[in-house]
């Protein structure tokens, strides 16, 4: 602490503890200053406004320096707060006007300003106010020649354009070319004032009038040979901070379109790039590495997708719709409300409470009218035969045959008219395949006598699928026939002649007539567990150089089509020598276009959902012809979620044709230096703005010439489900498990919707077990609206074949519940390969307020039928919809609470009055203690404005279920719990399946009185379920930010910190010019987080005053050189 000893008009201490108080204690407040006398601090801050002389002025700076610098940024914040920033710019104008200019006063004035206007958000409006701008631009004017000085003047004019008005109006005031004149060429002198010019530049751009007026200058240009300059001369590594300012300046620059097309223009990537790959090879560079990339990334040249149109290649005329019209909006950003998504970032995390929450009790509780008249709900009769059934031949041991009287007269049960097919041995009228080119080759290699599977091709997969008899017309068996007599797989549930007869019913747009193996064949979930994938260090930043090198070197790019759906002549064709085989046209197959980027390198483009231009994400297609053991680069160009599991440990899931053959056939997770990052495409006929993600992945196939399938997710198709419901019904014990399989209606594309009911043949047919059977509650499950949520269905596979099954808990369910089961909502959006929506363009887990029979008949009929349940008093006691959650891991629940609600919404209505059963927890608190990869964390029970068209929420609010949840299972795997770090494969799912149906024996006590032997299992036990009120905001992101930038347009140079630039002050007191030269070390270490004293030059600290004190001028100082 100084000791100057004078001075009565404030008092030293009194400031002194003020401020530490201050500082040490929030609780201290700044008016518990002595009552009625303005504190030291407002004294010592009037004192600098008012002073006249240079004595008083330099010892009340030295002084505040030492206050300031003793302790944290709260002393700053109060001195801000006490008008200590518009002192020092009242005293800053008097001086520089009054004493023409004294630098000894002028210097630390200005150093103290930067350091307190640095953290004074509103410094540039009270510089304005000041009129102290100008003034400082032109003290930078007139000692431009002054090192020290013009380094001061230019902190204090980075610190001004904190506000963008006020960079605007030094811009104005031609600061752009002042400033830019500062910046040299490489050079060891005085490398700190250099560093603030650059650092002033950049902070003159956060204006967007000076960006353009930045680059209408030329000053792009100038910035790149500038940085060119300084990489090629800095030899020695020691100018990387400004290296990386001179970066800054061009990230900023490029905030304008104008600005990127300079850059590209005058080689700014090819610079960036070359002078990345030097970087990338010296150890003390690689600062300069990360912002060179995301620079580049921004300033690639936007393109559009190489696609005639962004609407579906697949098209589907609705029903009374013209056709040129179809519905469905076009690019607006990609911002859709899927369950799973949180895409409005930054909206959500701001607020105390979320908007979208409903907090309105009445809407919470209301229970809609009837959406149609009471007399329609008579058709459902049907759906439930269990209740009609009278089972008159229990006593004779034999269940009802498969065409029982009151199916035969069911309207709309479609699965009789079906099994005669399947010995039919013709092949199916759709079925346009051609025989003879692959007859040629069958007879070929017959004649050699070599294994088929020798020759694997794809080619020849896609013959015969369909005619399933096993006969060729010329009365050969058929490769795939012999194949499957030699290799087929014993899968259970799973009957490869099934699956071909159930498909050649299955009707799609484009008329599907191949089959893709792995669904013909069967998967097996293979063996080993399949932990998530470790990410490399650097990936996106080498998959995003390699990106470069394209532009860069356009003459080292194939570029050619090899697979297009829209152009004939590209469909797996064998043309392309060299180049692997891509093929699509099956069902749930999605991908529309490959593109041959290098020899081992394919661009591929998905399609979008049927009559619309939107949701690409789901793939699923075959690739041929590869060579063994060589990495092939994969990227999917046209993703559209911001981010995506592949991020973090997910991979996609590969089937090798050989490897099923050779006894493994399995669907594994696949894929190296897996990344997922924004790029530089848009929509064909979007808008620019709109860019487009890049998921890649590198596959190293493990058999030459084999035919493979890639997919989003483990694929299950419609016709899977067809020939899976129909291995069921024959494989249950008829005596004891009442099965029925019927249609719930028509699809727009003409397949029938499958409903199942499942529960336990009565005992006996005496009154008695009829009326405990005809009086079990109902529950009712659905899956798969959402078509490319896969897991849903292999969730639901797990539950139908649980329930089907004689374990013990599945006969104590059977005979607790009614099942009615709609295992494949959406059947259109399956079989034609989409991802999101049905043949309507619309998400039909939208359409449940108010569904239109025509359009939307699978949710029509789906709630006509709830609707049918609850006015026959057979409400469902648990409604459960499956889906598949992209962003999260785990499985999990979503509710619905009014109370829950109501408490996150911030509602203002007593709680406490609304009367709740607590019920909806009992079946997430059942399968977090009983399955591994559940998460009840995870779960939340909150009721969206945005969701208020979905399943879950209007099967509760309308139908009053009170247990209505929409089930999420991941496409990833599991952070927690004894699966922690595996991906999920198709066993865990199934067992998910099983589980949730495990979780409804915890509800049946008190439900029935009937047999409970399955009840006392200690995991079930439920009694007190405590609520802890801790709901999460569902559509939050789980995961933390990506290690890598996935978008390119975020300011990847934060506003640098107090701490740099206090550095950097204190450098510029506490050295001379000589001692700059040696050290040009610029804030090298940020760890000085003490505001050291160093204001004032050691000269003036005690000298000056000296001086002064023996009567000399102080102009004669050292600062006037
Ligand atoms: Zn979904």
Not at 928 to 937: E, L, T, V, Y
């Amino acid at each position: 602490m100084h000791s100057y000893g004078r001075q009565s008009n404030f008092t030293w201490n009194g400031t002194l503890r003020e401020l530490s108080n201050y500082s040490c204690s929030e609780r201290v407040r700044p008016s518990m200053a002595a009552p009625g006398s303005s504190s030291g601090l407002e004294v010592l801050l009037s004192t600098l406004q008012n002073a006249g002389d240079i004595e008083s002025t330099l010892s009340t700076l030295n002084v505040l320096d030492e206050l300031l610098s003793a302790g944290t940024d709260r002393r700053i914040l109060y001195m801000i707060s006490k008008g200590g920033s518009e002192a020092l710019l009242s005293a800053l104008v008097t001086t520089a006007r009054t004493f023409s200019p004294n630098f000894t006063i002028l210097l630390p004035l200005l150093h103290l300003l930067a350091k307190v206007g640095h953290r004074d958000r509103r410094i540039g409006m009270k510089a304005e106010k000041a009129e102290a701008v100008m003034l400082t631009l032109n003290l930078l004017k007139q000692n431009e020649r002054h090192s020290r000085m013009t380094a001061a003047c230019l902190w204090v004019i980075q610190v001004f354009c904190s506000s963008v008005t006020t960079a605007t109006l030094l811009g104005q005031n031609r600061g752009l070319d002042v400033i830019f004149r500062l910046i040299p060429p490489y050079t060891t002198r005085h490398t700190r004032t250099v560093k603030a010019a650059i650092d002033a530049f950049a902070a003159l751009l956060y204006s967007m009038a000076n960006v353009k007026t930045a680059v209408a200058k030329g000053y792009v240009s100038g910035l790149l040979r500038l940085y060119e300059d300084w990489h090629n001369k800095d030899t020695g590594h020691e100018a990387v901070p400004i290296r990386l300012a001179l970066l800054h300046c061009l990230q900023q620059a490029t905030h304008c379109r104008f600005g990127r097309d300079a850059l590209a223009a005058h080689g700014g990537m090819s610079l960036l790039y070359h002078s990345t790959q030097t970087c990338l090879a010296s150890k003390g560079l690689e600062s300069l590495v990360e912002p060179a990339v995301q620079l580049m990334r921004k300033c690639c040249p936007k393109c559009p997708l190489a696609l005639t149109s962004d609407r579906s290649v697949y098209t589907f005329v609705l029903p009374g719709r013209p056709t040129e019209t179809p519905p469905g909006p076009q690019h607006v950003g990609f911002e859709d409300d899927s369950d799973d998504d949180a895409e409005n970032e930054e909206a959500d995390c701001t607020k105390e409470y979320d908007d979208d929450l409903e907090s309105d009790v009445n809407k919470l509780r209301s229970r809609p009218e009837l959406d149609r008249p009471l007399e329609q709900l008579g058709q459902y009769v049907r759906l439930c035969p269990e209740l009609q059934h009278d089972f008159q031949d229990l006593d004779s041991g034999s269940e009802v045959d498969d065409s029982s009287d009151e199916e035969d007269l069911l309207k709309g049960d479609f699965w009789n008219d079906r099994r005669s097919t399947v010995t039919h041995r013709d092949s199916p009228s759709r079925s346009p395949v051609d025989h003879t080119a692959s007859t040629a080759e069958d007879g070929d290699r017959d004649v050699k006598g070599e294994p088929a599977e020798i020759h694997l091709q794809a080619r020849d997969l896609h013959s015969h699928f369909l005619s399933s008899s096993g006969l060729k017309p010329d009365g050969h068996p058929s490769m795939v026939d012999r194949l499957l007599e030699k290799h087929g797989a014993c899968i259970p549930h799973h009957e490869p002649r099934l699956y071909a007869a159930a498909a050649a019913l299955t009707k799609s747009i484009p008329g599907y007539s191949i089959l893709a193996f792995p669904d013909f064949w069967g998967h097996l979930p293979p063996q080993s567990k399949e932990p998530m994938a470790g990410r490399k260090p650097n990936v996106q930043r080498k998959k995003v150089l390699e990106d470069v090198q394209r532009l860069l070197s356009p003459e080292d790019i194939i570029n050619e089509v090899v697979f297009d759906l829209e152009d004939p002549s590209n469909q797996c064709s064998s043309d392309h020598s060299g180049s692997l085989s891509f093929f699509s046209q099956f069902e749930c197959g999605n991908l529309r276009k490959a593109v041959r980027i290098r020899s081992h390198e394919y661009d591929l483009i998905l399609n979008a959902d049927v009559n619309c231009s939107q949701h690409h994400q789901w793939f699923y297609f075959e690739v041929s012809g590869m060579a063994a053991d060589i990495p092939y680069r994969f990227n999917i160009i046209n993703c559209e979620k911001a981010n995506s599991q592949f991020n973090y440990g997910m991979q996609p899931v590969l089937y090798s044709v050989r490897e099923a053959l050779e006894g493994r056939p399995h669907w594994v997770r696949t894929g190296t230096e897996i990344c997922y990052y924004r790029n530089n495409y848009y929509p064909s006929q979007g808008w620019k703005i709109c860019s487009f993600y890049t998921l890649t992945f590198t596959v190293t196939f493990r058999h030459n010439q084999d035919v493979c399938y890639l997919a989003y997710h483990f694929p299950y198709t419609y016709s899977a489900l067809q020939s899976h419901l129909q291995g069921l019904q024959r494989s249950v014990d008829p005596d004891k498990v009442f099965f029925r399989l019927q249609s719930l209606c028509d699809t727009l594309g003409g397949n029938p919707c499958p409903l199942v009911t499942v529960t336990a043949v009565p005992s006996s047919k005496s009154w008695r077990d009829l009326h405990q059977m005809r009086n079990r509650p109902c529950v009712v499950l659905t899956a798969r609206v959402h078509p490319g949520e896969s897991n849903a269905s292999w969730v639901m596979k797990g539950t139908l074949e649980f329930l089907c099954s004689s374990d013990p808990r599945a006969e104590s369910l059977r005979e607790a519940y009614i099942f009615k089961i709609i295992p494949m909502l959406n059947p259109d959006g399956v079989i034609n390969g989409t991802h999101r929506c049905s043949l309507n363009g619309e998400d039909l887990n939208r359409q449940w307020l108010k569904p239109d029979s025509v359009l939307s008949p699978t949710i029509y009929h789906a709630k006509g039928f709830l609707y049918y349940l609850s006015s026959i008093g057979r409400t469902p006691l648990v409604f459960c919809d499956y889906h598949g959650h992209s962003r999260k891991k785990n499985v999990f629940l979503y509710g619905c609470s009014v109370k829950e609600t109501l408490w996150q919404s911030g509602s203002k209505v007593n709680t406490a009055t609304v009367k709740e059963d607590p019920g909806y927890r009992t079946i997430p608190k059942s399968l977090d203690r009983i399955a591994p990869a559940f998460s009840f964390n995870s779960c939340n029970y909150l009721v969206e404005k945005s969701r208020e068209a979905t399943a879950r929420v209007v099967v509760w609010r309308e139908m009053g279920v009170l247990r209505s949840y929409t089930m999420e299972s991941t496409y990833n795997g599991c952070d927690q719990g004894v699966l922690k770090g595996l991906q999920t494969g198709t066993r865990e799912l199934e067992e998910m399946g099983s589980k949730f149906c495990q979780s409804l024996l915890s509800l049946r006590r008190g439900t029935t009185p009937y047999k409970t032997r399955v009840m006392c299992h200690p995991a079930l036990e439920l009694d007190h379920i405590f609520l802890d009120h801790n709901s999460h905001n569902c559509f939050e992101d789980d995961e933390p930010p990506c290690v890598e930038e996935i978008e390119y347009l975020t300011d990847i140079f934060p506003k640098s910190k107090g701490n740099d630039l206090d550095t950097e002050v204190n450098g510029n007191t506490s050295s001379t010019d000589e001692e700059e030269e040696d050290e040009p070390e610029m804030n090298r270490n940020g760890r000085q987080h003490s505001l050291e004293s160093h204001l004032c030059p050691h000269l003036i600290g005690q000298e000056t005053l000296n001086i002064k004190r023996n009567g000399m001028s102080i102009s004669e100082g050292q600062y006037l050189s």
